[in-house]
């Protein structure tokens, strides 16, 4: 099963980049775009990173009322549907290729640093170390995910089913954190029996 929702995902972000966002919504019932908006209260200060931002949707929101927004991401199908989807809009965000684990950023880069339902390079200390390194002292990274609050056997096989968890995730996330010199809390958010949780982990002289 595993193996299956793998191959699906590196389809999704490749080949069949142009149904990401309707198999996004069909798999959150429309509430997609409400998760991922779950970061907005935790985000601080004006130079902000999204890393593996998809197909843009969060980038313009972001970007109102602050200056120096930027994205990454590494699959080409993706930047494409996202600089489309920015034209579109006539909104510009600089838009960068590449992965969380090796930033073309310079220290103490950004304020905070948003990832949305990110794949398995969360998991990644260099990820981390990375993230270190380039938030200021006080910065924050949002990590976006969903938890299941309260739900009958049926609806917990499908949302195991649409979300299926890395074995140890949380621990290797939470290693990955601390051996950053970082500190993480979690903030679930919302109403009902799937709800966004927006993990905020903090650098060092923070408020």
């Known amino acids: 099963m595993r193996s299956i929702y793998l191959l699906l995902y590196r389809l999704l972000y490749n080949e069949l980049a142009w149904a990401y966002d309707a198999v996004s919504w069909a798999v959150s019932l429309g509430r997609w775009d409400a998760w991922r908006r779950a ?20 980038l313009p929101v972001l970007q109102r009322g602050r200056r120096g927004v930027i994205g990454i991401e590494p699959s080409a199908a993706m930047q494409r549907i996202a ?24 220290d103490t880069a950004f304020d905070t640093i948003v990832c949305a339902f990110p794949s398995s390079y969360i998991l990644d200390p260099s990820t ?17 995910e969903v938890v299941l609050a309260d739900a009958g ?17 949380f621990e290797k996330l939470d290693n990955g954190v601390q051996r950053s010199g970082l500190a993480i809390e ?3 958010v919302g109403q009902g029996a799937v709800r966004p949780v927006v993990i905020v982990v903090e650098a060092q002289g923070g408020q």
């Not at 056997?153 to 995730?169: D, N, R, W």
């Open 39 to 58: 970061a907005l209260p935790f985000v601080r200060g004006e130079r902000v990173l999204e890393v593996g931002f998809g197909t843009g949707a969060l």
């Open 83 to 106: 600089r489309q989807k920015l034209r579109r809009r006539g909104v510009t965000v600089p838009c960068v290729q590449g992965t969380g684990q090796k930033l073309p950023f310079c």
């Open 128 to 144: 981390h170390q990375e993230f270190a390194r380039c938030l200021r002292p006080g910065g924050r990274i949002l990590i976006v």
């Open 153 to 169: 056997p049926l609806l917990s096989m499908l949302f195991h089913m649409v979300f299926p968890a890395t074995e140890g995730a």
């Open 186 to 188: 979690e903030h679930v």
